[in-house]
Each structure stands twice: as C-alpha cells, then as structure tokens.
Antibody, heavy 116, light 107 residues
Framework: QVQLVQSGAEVKKPGASVKVSCKAS????????MHWVRQAPGQGLEWMGI????????TYAQEFQGRVTMTSDTSTSTVYMELSSLRSEDTAVYYC?????????WGQGTLVTVSS | DIQMTQSPSSLSASVGDRVTITCRAS??????LAWYQQKPGKVPNLLIY???TLQSGVPSRFSGSGSGTDFTLTISSLQPEDVATYYC?????????FGQGTRLEIK
C-alpha cells in the first residue's frame, strides 16, 4: 500500500534552516509528482511547491521563493523540503502529498517549531 | 494567480441536515477541483476530485458539483463523524491554491 513517511518533529531557532524528509513506498516513486503543504496552528492549508521526482524539476509558491529548496533522491524514494531563514511565522505542520492530479496520499505531517 | 474563496467560513447544523459548502474560483478552472476533509488533529483526506468524482471509500452522502468558477460540496444527511474542516483546491495549474476552509460543527 502507498505510504508517505515523514521525518520527526523539529525545534529551530529563528534564522536557522530545517530539512524535512518524506519517504515514499508502495508505488513507483518516479511516476508521481510530490507537493509540500504547510498548516500553521489553527490556520488553513498553504501550498508550498511541487517537485518532479524523476528529474528534480521544481516550482515554488511565490511566498517561499528564495527560502525553500525541494529535492529528491530516487535511490531511496525520498523527497526533501528545506526551508531557510526561519521565523516564528514558519511554525507549522509540514506535509508532503502525492499528486494524482489531486492529492491522493499525504504524509503524516512534521511539526516544525521556530522559537528562540 | 487564481484565488479560491469558500463560503461559509463556519457552519453549524443538526444531525440529518443537508449541508452545502460553496467554493468559487476567481477564474475558470473547468472541473479541476478537489475537496478535502480534515478532522481535528488529523491529516487531510481526499473526498472528491474532478469536481464530482467520489474518492473510493468515501460515504455516498458526500457529493460534489460545479464547473468553471462555481463549485459545491454537499452532505446529504449530516452525521456526527462529519465534524471537520473542509477545503477546496484547484489543480489545473500551479499554484495549487486551497480555499480558506469551512469549519463544520454539529448543532
């Protein structure tokens, strides 16, 4: 069965970077695009960007341009999302989600807390 | 970028009621619209895609309709387990924008 398993919770100081992983299993990794979505406490879903695992091509939401980097490792079927220059407003749960046009499978979420 | 606007932002209804949530796109998106349900503390779950196609395993009391700019999610008979926040999302192009969400409670 399809599974997306994300790395564990992180606590970071303002100005630092965080790298979240999402390991896929149960399907052909290179056949589906992957997205990252975040959700601040008590807030809605915010789309961050997309990566095409086969070639590593990415498109980022304008709000994150220059601060986010998404990468993929086909040898381990894992995608990564790195967010830099963290600020308190980046405290959120970060999800990876597989695209089958819509988002049919989601990771369990990774809580990133930014606090001094 | 295309904006997605849901209404209402919150809703309280009784068990057995018919509930309707609306999603409007600022430009036409044909039928490239999905609906997700997110229960408190849980991961979003796909309910409907292509505006009206029910995802496998989703109860038949959920239905979707619409095309172009105006879309609707309907719950034909509200159940206690339907308490959640519901999001629409466009997927015709990037950015894959979500609506702001509709919080559904039981009266």
């Amino acid at each position: 069965q399809v599974q997306l398993v994300q790395s564990g919770a992180e606590v970071k100081k303002p100005g630092a970077s965080v790298k979240v992983s999402c390991k896929a299993s149960g399907y052909t990794f290179t056949s589906y695009y992957m997205h990252w979505v975040r959700q601040a406490p008590g807030q809605g879903l915010e789309w961050m960007g997309i990566i095409i695992p086969s070639g590593g091509s990415t498109t980022y939401a304008q709000e994150f341009q220059g601060r986010v980097t998404m990468t993929s490792d086909t040898s381990t079927s894992t995608v990564y999302m790195e967010l830099s220059s963290l600020r308190s407003e980046d405290t959120a749960v970060y999800y990876c989600a597989r695209e089958a046009s819509h988002f049919d499978y989601w990771g369990q979420g990774t809580l990133v807390t930014v606090s001094s | 970028d295309i904006q997605m606007t849901q209404s209402p932002s919150s809703l309280s209804a009784s068990v057995g009621d018919r509930v309707t949530i609306t999603c409007r796109a600022s430009q036409g998106i044909r039928n490239y619209l999905a609906w997700y349900q997110q229960k408190p503390g849980k991961v979003p779950n796909l309910l409907i895609y292509a505006a009206s196609t029910l995802q496998s395993g989703v109860p038949s009391r959920f239905s979707g309709s619409g095309s172009g700019t105006d879309f609707t999610l309907t719950i034909s008979s509200l159940q206690p387990e339907d308490v959640a926040t519901y999001y629409c999302q466009k997927y015709n192009s990037v950015p894959r924008t979500f609506g702001q969400g509709t919080r559904l409670e039981i009266k």
